[in-house]
């Protein structure tokens, strides 16, 4: 099993930053794709941002690209999304998620683990 805890959520004016982090521990060599989702009210949950350690290969969904930042830190055992510029409707309780299989899935329902989620507020 796979064990994530999300840190990091808050509140911060439009135009601000904000940094999540991700604690994974547990069977985390299995996992091929780690990745950031987010699901506001009356929304379904839509992934963010994804990052496949293996190949260094990133995505981003194109309503962030430009302002945010997956990374994972293999000494801390971390998924790390630093957002910028931070919008209005980037108001959302964030997820980190991980999934075992390749090739790496946009889709909520392919990832295995997932972790209790962080609030983002978002004010202008």
């Known amino acids: 099993q796979v064990q994530l805890v999300e840190s990091g959520g808050g509140s911060v004016q439009a135009g601000g930053s904000l940094r999540l982090s991700c604690a994974a521990s547990g069977r985390t060599f299995s996992i091929f794709a780690w990745s950031w989702f987010r699901q506001a009210p009356g929304k379904e949950r839509e992934i963010v941002a994804g990052i496949t350690p293996s190949d260094g290969f990133t995505y981003y969904d194109d309503t962030v690209k430009g302002r945010f930042t997956i990374s994972r830190d293999n000494a801390k055992n971390t998924i790390d999304l630093q957002m910028n510029s931070l919008k209005l409707e980037d108001m959302a309780t964030y997820y980190c998620?991980?999934?075992?299989?390749?090739?790496?899935?946009?889709?909520?329902?392919?990832?295995?683990?997932w972790g209790q989620g962080t609030q983002v507020t978002v004010s202008s």
């Open positions: 998620a991980a999934d075992r299989r390749s090739p790496m899935s946009t889709m909520a329902s392919a990832y295995d683990h």
